[in-house]
């Protein structure tokens, strides 16, 4: 398993960044786009226990965790959820429901950037 290094953590922030990876909401990987954890198992295949994960909103849903060596659990939820997060807006005419994801890749970006330490 690989550990999460500086390395892994810089590389993992220039792919987000990259423009490489479209950005999905509440899964791992759907077609050709990832969420923010998505982007890191698919750099480091390795790093993820179970490599049939399929959603990132919430880690246990239906029992599947997508553990990280050296990134604690409560931190791949927080991300998940900063991936996820969304104001829904109803149009009053229509009637019709948008969700208005509200952290873009640079955002989660930043947010590793300033607050989850590496391993070394």
């Given at each position: 398993?690989?550990?999460f290094t500086?390395?892994?953590?810089?590389?993992?922030?220039?792919a987000?960044?990259?423009?490489?990876?479209?950005?999905?909401?509440h899964?791992?990987?759907?077609?050709d786009?990832?969420?923010?954890?998505?982007?890191?198992?698919?750099?480091?295949?390795a790093m993820?226990?179970?490599?049939?994960?399929?959603?990132?909103?919430?880690?246990?849903?239906?029992?599947?965790?997508?553990?990280?060596?050296g990134?604690?659990?409560?931190?791949q939820?927080?991300?998940?959820?900063?991936?996820?997060?969304s104001?829904?807006?109803?149009?009053?005419?229509?009637?019709?429901?948008?969700?208005?994801y509200?952290n873009?890749?640079?955002d989660?970006?930043?947010?590793i950037?300033?607050?989850?330490?590496?391993?070394?």
């Amino acid at each position: 398993m690989i550990k999460f290094t500086q390395q892994v953590k810089d590389d993992w922030v220039a792919a987000l960044r990259s423009g490489q990876y479209q950005q999905a909401h509440h899964w791992m990987r759907k077609g050709d786009r990832y969420c923010c954890l998505g982007v890191l198992k698919d750099m480091h295949p390795a790093m993820g226990v179970n490599s049939s994960a399929k959603y990132c909103t919430y880690m246990s849903n239906e029992g599947e965790a997508t553990l990280v060596e050296g990134l604690p659990v409560s931190v791949q939820h927080d991300l998940a959820l900063m991936n996820d997060y969304s104001i829904e807006t109803t149009d009053p005419q229509t009637g019709r429901t948008t969700s208005d994801y509200q952290n873009s890749f640079e955002d989660i970006a930043l947010f590793i950037e300033a607050t989850i330490p590496a391993g070394e």
